[in-house]
């Protein structure tokens, strides 16, 4: 297939446009705004591939995303383009609504015109698969339950809302027009290339900088926690198999408390890299905690699991280790998105101060 996936420059985008270039005969194009959070660096190792071709375009731009349908001519969509930090959500929740919710509805208008004009037979193997999140599902607290594809939507956090709100446009475009359209919701990724402004890089780099480890109130919330490249092997499973009008929850059979996640990273890190003087264990810093935390997200992946015949082949442990292992032996694109180089040398503005993170303790 001609796969037109938006958002490939982005954490897991990026880890899924590895996968189809590495281990599938596919073809992709690239749709990336390059925000912040779009790094080309991540590609580098499949972007001279003649299978691959990157635009530079934001999808709420519907003249540019239309002339990337008729020059492409894709066999399918992989949206994975959104504003994603809840952080960031909280201190200017605009930008997540335009993107997530204006951009999507923008991508399914472009989509649905163009499916409307292919052969019978292209229309029918057409596919717009949306990739969004378990947080639109709310908060599990302490109930033993685990979300299902079922659950009903409760979001806490303008990110949460602004994807739920994309969800629920993706299906009204399914059963009001007939887009064959799948739907995809994840649980916590992490892994290589992962944007340090998220917990697990985050506590990585800050340790191995001897700075605090800063941990949300008593870090007592649980998530389930799901290896990137785990991820990419289910959409690759789901864009070629999942049934158009379903969704597929997405979950690495991994709830971890975030506190002992991070004791998990500093232990890893006594093997890997002793410190030397504090202990790592001994930067962990409790902060004041995040407005509206959710205390519980859980996954029931079984659906995807029966039914397409996917499971996690990383347990926590095993991706963990590979992460962590991942950020030692990569120090120096982890130093180009820290001070902004991998930023300002693609935009041409040596001068100029990339974007920092909304949350730097």
């Known amino acids: 297939m001609k796969l037109l996936i938006t958002g490939g420059a982005g954490f897991i985008g990026s880890a899924l ?3 189809l270039i590495h281990e599938t005969e596919h073809s992709v194009i690239n749709i990336d705004k390059l925000t912040y959070a779009g790094n080309l660096e991540s590609l580098r190792d499949i972007d001279h591939s003649p299978r691959y071709a990157f635009e530079q375009i934001d999808i709420c731009e519907a003249e540019a995303i239309s002339q990337a349908f008729a020059g492409y001519r ?6 994975l383009a959104a504003e994603s930090h809840v952080d960031r959500s909280i201190d200017g929740p605009a930008a997540f609504i335009h993107t997530n919710m204006v951009g999507t509805y923008t ?3 472009a989509a649905r015109h163009y499916w409307m ?6 229309a029918q193997a057409f596919r717009f698969h949306h990739i969004s999140t378990d947080e639109v599902y709310g908060d599990l607290e ?3 339950r685990l979300f299902t594809e079922s659950t009903p939507y409760a979001p806490s956090s303008p990110y949460s809302a602004s994807k739920a709100g994309s969800d629920h446009l993706v299906r009204a475009w399914h059963r009001t027009y007939g887009l064959p359209v799948l739907i995809t919701n994840c649980s916590n990724n992490y892994g290589p290339y992962h944007f340090p402004e998220k917990l697990i890089p985050l506590m990585i780099l800050n340790a191995l900088e001897g700075k605090p480890l800063p941990v949300y109130g008593g870090g007592q919330q649980i998530r389930d926690w799901l290896y990137v490249e785990d991820h990419a092997r289910a959409l690759h499973r789901v864009i070629e198999s999942g049934v158009p009008g379903e969704t597929y929850n997405i979950g690495g059979h991994n709830e971890w408390k975030n506190l002992d996640v991070v004791e998990a990273i500093c232990a890893l890190m006594e093997t890997l890299i002793p410190s030397r003087g504090t202990a790592y264990r001994d930067l962990i810093t409790h902060v004041g905690d995040r407005p509206g935390h959710d205390l519980r997200y859980a996954i029931d992946a079984s659906k995807i699991g029966r ?3 996917w499971t996690p082949q990383e347990t926590f442990e095993s991706g963990l280790r590979k992460t962590v292992q991942w950020y ?3 120090p120096e694109w982890c130093r180009r998105v820290q001070d902004g180089s991998y930023q300002r040398e693609r935009l041409g503005t040596a001068g100029q101060t990339a974007e920092q993170p909304a949350w730097q303790p």
């Open 17 to 19: 446009i590895r996968h």
């Open 74 to 79: 894709p066999d399918a969509v992989m949206h």
């Open 107 to 109: 991508l399914l208008e």
């Open 117 to 122: 004009g292919l052969a019978p037979a292209a």
């Open 142 to 144: 302490d109930s033993g």
């Open 307 to 309: 039914e397409l015949g």
């Open 328 to 330: 030692l032996d990569n």
